[in-house]
């Protein structure tokens, strides 16, 4: 159906950066709506931002500023850039990309999840 492929998670002090990024596959895509998620041990998954296929874009009120979500349409990619990252930024990364697959499948496609550390 779709896969999605993450990349770019690590390790990083507080203060530092990363790039996280989401490459979706498959047949006839036609997404409309992509978005990062993340979920700290002992905690719900939340919302980080997404960005749907207008290029309206929605942060979570803790990444305003710090984040920016971008959107690759032809290769079907969504890139989260993190700067000034906190330690509480730490947590299990997630991609989520809706949409449809073979023109009219509607498909809700979770990535495998990537770990950001941060430490202090």
């Known amino acids: 159906q779709v896969r999605l492929v993450e990349s770019g998670g690590g390790l990083v002090q507080a203060g530092g950066s990363l790039r996280l990024s989401c490459a979706a596959s498959?047949?006839?895509?036609?997404?409309?709506?992509m978005g990062w998620y993340r979920q700290a041990p002992g905690k719900q998954r939340e919302l980080v931002a997404d960005?749907?296929?207008?290029?309206?874009?929605n942060y979570a009120d803790s990444v305003k500023g710090r984040f920016t979500i971008s959107r690759d349409n032809n290769k079907s990619t969504v890139n989260l850039q993190m700067d000034t990252l906190k330690p509480e930024d730490t947590a299990v990364y997630y991609c989520?990309?809706?949409?449809?697959?073979?023109?009219?499948?509607?498909?809700?496609?979770w990535g495998q999840g990537t770990q950001v550390t941060v430490s202090s």
């Open positions: 989520k990309v809706e949409g449809y697959w073979l023109q009219y499948r509607q498909f809700n496609a």
């Open positions: 960005i749907r296929s207008g290029g309206r874009t």
């Open positions: 498959g047949s006839s895509l036609s997404i409309n709506y």
